[in-house]
């Protein structure tokens, strides 16, 4: 007999069916309505609190009522996957979903397949469980029995399928699921070239292991942890304070300083510094229009030149100059532009040609459009959605190609620089700007086309002309 992967709800979710049919679910004091599924369905509710299994949900009387019902409540991040071992139906695994559309699936492996770990799976303990994760998954497994997480560390080694079947290793019914969420992966062992050659695309292999989790983990999208303002330690410490307290020993003042400088008079750019607000809040009677806009991108963001030079005795490589300093003269930063009010721009996303001085439009439909400016109206708790919402994307690969271990940090160092440019040209103009902390890395990744380690967002910034004049001024 073989384990049974099953659905099922996730224990803090409770479930209710009227005699219509209609489902809503209660998670934390909050009732989400999920849908009709049929009258008859209160009665099976029980069976997704218990585990119905995966096979069961998509034939025979399930097709239309429950099978619907779980796929719907997994798109809701309310259910989860259990393996469980044959005869005394003991969980062997917890698969935990990250993304919305994550459904089990086991990819198709032969005897002869080789497998090994990929390079980004790791195991770690979570609470009193044992988790193994990869920025790469779409879900996290919770490893309930040891034997099962040994069975997986041996695959730090190729191994065939075969052999992992034939020792009845514990992992051996898992392994087509980890193969799907590219925690193991298949390799030809003819191929010597190294492993971290041979796992994913070309763009992979340019990422440190702790800059792609740190990636994945600290953005939206890829991960189900909860994320933002939520303050998870009150209660626990008390807050540091807003100004560090002051090293003991004698101070030196600086006001006489200044004076003695002869600049009692504040610098245009100090001037500029202390009137730069963050604006969320945008005059819907009259957007920005689309010369305010060039301008702006002009001023911060245009390529100014271009030439190819051997930096540091290494190789040839072409830079760029740009208004605003990068780590390297990298400039791996790309601006996408979800334009919702733009005077002389239809609504729509745009990539702006930094070399070209243009805005290409991508062709994306409305609702992907909605689903950012919301995206950024929601980070901003703004009362409508920003006129135009400028996603910074990274071409990680600019970056990791030359610098090894910080190449992620820097490329938010970079997200700082251009961030605080913006905010001052926006000042400077009379428009108003926002920086978002938050950013959908697998919307983008959906949107785009384009797979979420080869370019993706890293910052978020919302431009237009504020609905009052100082921003600040309340
Ligand atoms: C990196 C960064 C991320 C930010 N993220 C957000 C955000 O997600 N939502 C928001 O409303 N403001 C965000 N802000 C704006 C800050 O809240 C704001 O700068 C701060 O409250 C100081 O106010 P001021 O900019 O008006 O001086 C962010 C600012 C920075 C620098």
Redesign the pocket.
């Known amino acids: 007999m073989r384990p049974v992967l099953c659905a099922r709800l996730y224990p803090h979710v409770a479930l209710e069916a009227d005699a219509a049919g209609q489902v809503a679910a209660r998670l934390n004091d909050h009732w989400l309505s999920i849908g009709g599924f049929g009258a008859g369905i209160a009665e099976r509710l029980h069976d997704l609190r218990v585990g119905v299994p995966l096979a069961a949900l998509t034939s025979g009387r399930n097709s239309k009522g429950l099978g619907p019902l779980a796929m719907r409540l997994a798109r809701h991040g309310l259910m989860e996957f259990a393996l469980k071992a044959p005869g005394d139906g003991e969980d062997l695994v917890i698969i935990e979903p990250q993304t919305a559309d994550y459904w089990p699936a086991a990819a198709a492996l032969e005897d002869a397949d080789i497998l090994v770990l990929s390079r980004f799976a790791y195991m770690r303990r979570r609470g009193s469980e044992m988790v193994l994760e990869s920025p790469r998954a779409r879900a996290l497994f919770r490893l309930c029995d040891p034997q099962i997480a040994a069975a997986i560390a041996a695959l730090s080694t190729p191994r065939s399928v075969r052999r992992l079947r034939r020792d009845g290793s514990g992992a051996s019914p898992l392994l087509g699921l980890l193969a799907d969420c590219q925690i193991v992966f298949k390799v030809d062992v003819a191929n010597d070239i190294g492993l971290r050659q041979v796992e994913g695309d070309e763009s992979l292999v340019f990422w440190d292991f702790h800059d792609l989790l740190f990636h994945a983990r600290s953005t939206e999208g890829r991960q189900a942890n909860p994320l933002g303002g939520v303050y998870p330690h009150l209660g626990f410490a008390a807050a540091p304070p807003a100004v560090r307290p002051a090293w003991p020993g004698k101070k030196i003042g600086l006001r006489a300083g200044a004076a003695a400088d002869g600049h009692e008079e504040l610098l245009p750019l100090a001037k500029l510094l202390r009137e730069r607000?963050?604006t969320?809040a945008f005059d819907a009677a009259a957007p920005i229009t689309i010369a305010e806009l060039a301008r702006f991108l002009e001023n911060t963001a245009r390529v100014l030149s271009k030439e190819t030079v051997d930096s540091d005795g290494g190789p040839a490589f072409e830079y760029t100059a740009r208004p605003y300093p990068s780590a390297g003269a990298s400039y791996e930063l790309e601006l996408y532009l979800a334009v919702d009010k733009c005077d002389g721009l239809a609504r729509g996303f745009y990539h702006y040609d930094a070399g070209q001085h243009a805005l290409v439009p991508l062709g994306v439909g409305t609702a992907e459009v909605r689903a950012l400016l919301t995206g950024s109206q929601f980070?901003?708790?703004a009362p409508a959605v920003p006129q135009i919402s400028i996603i910074i994307a990274a071409r990680f690969g600019r970056v990791s190609w030359k610098y090894s271990a910080l190449a992620y940090a820097l490329i938010l160092k970079d997200v700082g620089v251009l961030?605080q440019t913006f905010y001052l040209m926006a000042t400077q103009m009379g428009l108003g700007g926002?920086?978002?902390?938050?950013v959908d890395i697998d919307l983008f990744a959906k949107i785009t086309g384009i797979e979420f380690h080869i370019e993706g967002p890293v910052g978020q910034f919302a431009l237009g002309r504020p609905s009052q004049w100082p921003p600040?001024a309340t």
Not at 434 to 438: F, S
Request: hydrophobic share 40%; proline share 0%.
């Open positions: 607000v963050s969320r980070a901003m708790d961030t926002c920086a978002i902390g938050t600040g």
